[in-house]
């Protein structure tokens, strides 16, 4: 009962509502794929499961049109990153965010042109949204890395003479924030590798994925997500008086 009270609270919210349908698209675009690559006999039930993931793609870029105020009002709050102390991280973050607000305005405009409402190319729109995607990734990706080389070092620097070592919880804090950036570095890689695949082929890999693989990627850093949101909740709970 636990945990489906907790499922029902997820879904309440809209990023955890985002993030279920998230998952069930690109499990379907995993399972449709294979299906129709490798069991002739249940290509049916494998083109439905696409069409499905599409549909449910749909749904998630739809919801999205209302998502421009939260994302301008994060990157306010945050504004250049004076809260920062790393440089690095400050620059690639206040970049991030940059690419994100930009990205939101692209992908509307896109799904304005496929649906008619306006006039206009939008295959640029949509090659314009992903690659922005793709950049807030790479980004990501860089600080993560940053930030791993930066807590490894500091879990495995000597203690210097007369200084007394870290204490055991400051040590625990520094390990989960460790496990909690080399599972976004995952995530943003296996979606790194989708945004490139969508880009216009002559990009690197583009083009080149088949649906199933599309879908892995996809639920990979679905999964990732899931459970770094749940980690993240189960964490809140228990520092709650």
Partial sequence: MASLSGLVSALES??????????????????GGVLVEQCPTRSEVGTRLLVVSTQ??????????????SMFVYTKQYGLGAQEEDAFVRLVSVLGNLADQLYYPCEHVAWAADARVLHVDSSRWWTLSTALWALSLLLGVARSLWMLLKLRQRLRSPTAPFTSPLPRGKRRAMEAQMQSEALSLLSNLADLANAVHWLPRGVLWAGRFPPWLVGLMGTISSILSMYQ?????????????
């Fill in 229 to 241: 949101a749940a980690r993240a909740g189960g964490q809140a709970e228990a520092t709650t008086p």
């Fill in 56 to 69: 449910l793609s749909h749904c998630r870029t739809i919801l999205r049109l209302f998502d421009d105020l």
């Fill in 14 to 31: 809209y990023r955890g509502r985002d993030r279920l349908i998230r998952v069930l698209g690109y499990c379907c675009q995993l399972v």
